[in-house]
C-alpha cells in the first residue's frame, strides 16, 4: 500500500502528484512540512491516494 498527494491548482486542475509513502501517517507530516513550497509552486489545493484512490480531498493549503 502506497499514499501520496495529488496537487491541484487554483481552477482545480490536476498538476502533478508527490512521492510516494509506505505511511499515511510519513505522507501527512510530509504535507506539513512542505506546503509553503507547493503553494509558491502554484499549488493550491491537495487529495491525499492511497494506491491512486481518493481518500481525502481537496483539501487547501491556504490558512482559513
Same mark, same amino acid.
Given at each position: @500500500?502506497?499514499? %501520496?498527494? #495529488? /496537487? &491541484?491548482? %487554483?481552477?482545480? &486542475?490536476?498538476?502533478?502528484? *508527490? =512521492?510516494?509513502?509506505? #505511511?499515511? %501517517? =510519513?505522507? &501527512?507530516?510530509?504535507?506539513?512540512? *512542505?506546503? =509553503?513550497?507547493? !503553494? &509558491?509552486?502554484?499549488?493550491?489545493?491537495?487529495? !491525499?491516494? #492511497?494506491?491512486?484512490?481518493?481518500? /481525502?480531498?481537496? @483539501? *487547501?493549503?491556504?490558512? =482559513?
Amino acid at each position: @500500500m502506497t499514499w %501520496s498527494w #495529488q /496537487y &491541484e491548482n %487554483s481552477a482545480g &486542475e490536476a498538476t502533478g502528484t *508527490s =512521492e510516494t509513502f509506505d #505511511q499515511r %501517517s =510519513e505522507a &501527512e507530516t510530509w504535507i506539513g512540512t *512542505s506546503f =509553503e513550497d507547493l !503553494l &509558491e509552486d502554484g499549488v493550491e489545493r491537495v487529495r !491525499l491516494l #492511497q494506491d491512486g484512490t481518493e481518500v /481525502y480531498g481537496p @483539501m *487547501s493549503l491556504r490558512p =482559513e
